[in-house]
């Protein structure tokens, strides 16, 4: 398995210094600090249940609370000069009431939010809770957020019954499935990071290999642990604890015809020992900018219409953002507001969910194509799988689901709340959302590299072409700096008959029968869609691992994101050879690119130093 983030070395002074256990006075203080918090919620949840109702009106039948405590460390720096430096600690809650039954409740029902304090904070659905462990406190702001949950949810069902007085209700599913009731713990060991530490790498890093076309560059090292409590009303509960090591970095660039262009990589691990060293940081660093500068220098793509290789990283980067989102099943909300109507449908309308919606029992890869998502694995080819769990944020367990054999649709990834074919949770529903975890793409006859290169060359020679097309990496670093920029890209393809628009290609390569390969640049691949991946005719017997954060796109996407995001999900994906896509250049507006060359002292030497006499060797 090739995986680009991981490495087998050890930074023994940067695992002394950042990853250690804590001391038994600390463990004391943490088993006390587990004690208040669980004990607040728990005392509280029950009260609840007893007491919370208002006269003629519906009583909570289900109420949940998620309580996560995160310790969080990071830098980051530009062109060797650090830029920001932090370490903090936040406790926040989640509450989730629903009234009615489970056939009939408040959710699965989309209405415009109460503007009031209470009817936001409802909306929002989360709430700070004091850092000390006051009991008194912690139960005093879950009951205030309990008290907006419980009024937001009686508002929400008396409109859903409202808006079903008008037309007849063709949704005969439940709104919510029974689950059998867990009591699960689910550690790992903490990390702490040592802001120095941090800084000198971050300063390092950014300076690496620095080269005079690299007009922006940063690197950022952080590290968070996140202890997570759940209590529900049916009596499961489960605590977890998830550290995360990040170093990311990321260079952006303009083209001489002003085309901006970006390159990126980040590595996560759960511990220190998961991490490459500082010397092949600094390295991948470097690769990073190497690849920029090629990419900037090279001609504007011709459209071409052929066979496509996406090779490693490209391929696990289609999969999970092209395909992989369409195996999470969605259930249309009913609604009494028409903006709310035509919302939904336009979110429906970019979902890639909708693509698949109606092929259960269908062909939707090559029948030599297997996909499971196994949220037991904790490692495939010594990589570390980041996407496992005991049991999803609902509290149920952990356990294969087995989404397409040889080719053919046999389910869907679900949460709690039932989806036609789908009519319980495959413990798959995370931080609000449903979302692979690890989703492995098995090829039944995996092909060498070498071969699946020949059987590229082969296909175009077979339709008269002078060259084939490889893609190495999708997409560039530049969309995620811009978050309205990203916005307005979504909102556009959901305008009613807005021309869809293609993906982003970032390494492309023209590949001759020689053997020798040119860069192109400003390449996008049209017509994408859930369909295009039946077209892929061989795949890799090696595969590439990508951790991403998954569950949903587009609009989806940015609200959970604003929320925390899916949870973390790792794809495992092989090398597609697909027989013929279309791509042609980008068709954007380009920005003017900078009427001076950027000044010499910024470019500094080009070189790393050293952290200090004992790190990152």
């Known amino acids: 398995m090739t995986h680009y983030g991981l490495s087998t070395r050890v930074l023994r002074c940067v695992a002394l210094a950042s990853c250690m256990s804590l001391p038994a006075r600390a463990q004391g203080q943490g088993q006390a600090r587990d004690q208040v918090i669980v004990r607040a919620a728990q005392d509280e949840l029950a009260r609840t249940m007893k007491e919370l109702r208002l006269a003629k009106a519906d009583t909570s039948y289900f109420v949940a609370y998620t309580i996560t405590e995160h310790e969080a ?47 936001m904070r409802a909306f929002i ?14 139960r005093r702001q879950i009951w205030l957020a309990t008290d907006a949950a419980y009024k937001q949810a009686v508002e929400g069902i008396t409109g859903k019954r409202a808006a079903l007085l008008n037309r007849a209700r063709t949704d005969t599913l439940a709104d919510f499935a029974k689950a059998q009731v867990t009591k699960t713990t689910d550690d790992m060991p903490p990390v702490k990071l040592d802001l120095a530490v941090a800084e000198t790498l971050a300063r390092d890093l950014s300076r690496a290999g620095i080269a005079p076309a690299v007009y922006a560059a940063a690197v950022s090292v952080g590290a968070v642990t996140s202890r997570t409590y759940y209590v529900n009303s049916e009596g499961t509960s489960w605590v977890k604890t998830r550290p995360m090591l990040t170093v990311s970095a990321t260079a952006s660039t303009q083209a001489g015809d002003g085309m901006p262009l970006g390159n990126a990589f980040r590595v996560m691990a759960r511990s220190m020992s998961g991490l490459p060293s500082r010397d092949q940081l600094a390295a ?62 336009m979110l429906g309308r970019s979902s890639p969910a909708s ?70 949770s495959t413990g798959n529903f995370r931080e609000g959302v449903v979302a692979p975890s690890n989703l492995v793409v098995e090829s039944l006859n995996g092909s060498s590299d070498a071969a699946l290169r020949e059987r590229l060359l082969a296909l175009a020679k077979a339709r008269g072409l002078p060259f084939a097309m490889i893609v190495r990496a999708v997409g560039d670093a530049t969309s995620s700096d811009d978050p309205m920029a990203m916005f307005n890209e979504i909102m556009a393809t959901m305008r009613p008959g807005s021309a869809p628009k293609g993906t982003s290609l970032f390494r492309v390569y023209k590949v001759f029968a020689d ?3 040119e860069c192109v640049r400003g390449a996008q691949v049209l017509g994408l869609g859930a369909d295009t991946f039946k077209g892929i005719v061989a795949a890799s017997a090696s595969v590439t691992a990508l951790h991403a954060s998954g569950g949903g796109t587009g609009m989806a996407a940015i609200i959970a994101s604003a929320g925390g995001g899916a949870g973390l999900s790792t794809f495992v994906v092989p090398s597609l050879l697909f027989d013929e896509l279309t ?20 470019l500094r030497n080009g070189t790393a130093t050293a952290a200090g006499p004992e790190a990152f060797r």
């Open 73 to 119: 460390a990071g830098a980051s720096a530009r062109f060797g000069s650090l830029v920001g430096s932090s370490r903090n600690r936040s406790r926040i809650l989640r509450v989730e009431v629903r009234v009615g039954d489970y056939g009939f409740d408040n959710t699965n029902f989309a209405a415009m939010p109460s503007f009031t304090g209470a009817g």
């Open 515 to 517: 053997g020798h390969e």
């Open 284 to 345: 991948r660093v470097k690769e990073m900018q190497a690849t920029l500068d090629t990419v900037r220098n090279a001609p504007l793509v011709d459209r071409y219409n052929g066979p496509v290789l996406f090779e490693g990283r490209a391929a696990a980067e289609l999969f999970s953002a092209q395909f992989a989102p369409a195996f999470v099943a969605s259930r249309k909300a009913l609604s009494s507001n028409p903006m709310m109507d035509q919302m939904s449908a």
């Open 583 to 602: 791509i042609n250049r980008r068709t954007d507006d380009l920005p003017k690119p900078p009427f001076s060359a950027p000044p010499v002292g910024s």
């Open 355 to 424: 693509s698949l919606a109606e092929k259960l029992g269908a062909r939707v890869l090559p029948d030599f194509l297997n996909v499971v998502d196994d949220p037991t694995l904790t490692e495939v080819n010594h990589v570390a799988m980041l996407g496992g769990y005991k049991v999803d944020d609902q509290g149920v367990a952990a356990h294969p689901t087995r989404l397409v054999e040889r080719g053919i649709l046999r389910t869907f990834l679900a949460g709690r709340t039932p989806v036609e074919g789908v009519p319980h």
């Open 125 to 138: 659905g989360m709430t700070e809770l004091p850092l000390d462990d006051d009991y008194l406190e912690i």
